[in-house]
């Protein structure tokens, strides 16, 4: 596709249950990043993959959340266990190597009942 | 450890001024500096991209200039229109090294251009 594509757009989940968040970067990029963005925040850096490799996940919060990218294009952000603080809107950007241009997808709003 | 500071958090201005949004950063040894505009619930739109050794970057209406001795940016918008309503966010990779990639955002100044 021409941009950074992420699914679903919205997600709402009950406490305590684990959920998936897709994203498909734009094709040939190798770089790609997951971002959590509180309501009137700017983002938050969570995790970087260059190809399939996750060079830093410095950035997740917690041992909850898991990120993969296993053929070095989609990746998939999981979270174990939802508490209601994981209510956010997660963005994924990818660029075409480290040092380039973001861009970002519209992101996934997560609802944590 | 970087912070980065946008002032004012909201603006609004009538159609037709020129307006400055405001970037501070509390390590100047950074690779570049980009500006994101971001409309509600949608992601973010790269504006500029200042490396370390410019000065300025302008991209139509808008102009991004660079400070890196005193730790801010500011982005000049001419003209304005309804159409740039949205927040406008300023990110600095961090650990000022372009080998991290990893950006750190203001929190945003939500602009509201009246018509």
């Known amino acids: 596709g021409a941009g950074v594509s992420q699914s679903p757009r919205y997600k709402v989940a009950k406490r305590g249950q684990d959920v998936a968040l897709r994203c498909d970067p734009i094709?040939?990029?190798?770089?790609l990043f997951w971002y959590q963005q509180a309501l009137g925040q700017g983002p938050e850096f969570l995790t970087y993959?260059?190809?399939?490799?996750?060079?830093?996940k410095s950035g997740l919060p917690s041992d909850r959340f898991f990120a993969e990218r296993p053929e070095g294009s989609v990746s998939t952000l999981k979270i174990q266990r939802t508490q209601q603080e994981d209510s956010a809107v997660y963005l994924c950007a990818s660029s075409l190597v480290l040092g380039q241009p973001q861009h970002f997808g519209d992101g996934t709003r997560l609802s944590i009942l | 450890k970087q912070e980065v500071t946008q002032i004012p958090a909201a603006l609004s201005v009538p159609e037709g001024e020129n307006l400055v949004l405001n970037c501070s950063f509390t390590?100047?040894?950074?690779?570049?500096l980009q500006w994101f505009r971001q409309d509600p619930g949608k992601g973010l739109t790269s504006l500029l991209l200042?490396?370390?050794?410019?000065r300025e970057q302008t991209s139509g209406r808008l102009n991004a200039s660079l400070d890196k001795s005193s730790g801010r940016s500011t982005l000049y918008i001419a003209a304005s229109q309804p159409g740039d309503s949205a927040t406008y966010l300023c990110a600095v990779p961090l650990h000022g090294s372009s080998n991290t990639g990893k950006l750190i955002f203001g929190q945003g100044t939500t602009l509201q251009v009246k018509p």
């Open positions: 094709s040939g990029h190798v770089s």
């Open positions: 390590d100047s040894a950074i690779y570049n």
């Open positions: 200042i490396q370390s050794s410019q």
């Open positions: 993959f260059q190809n399939e490799a996750q060079l830093d």
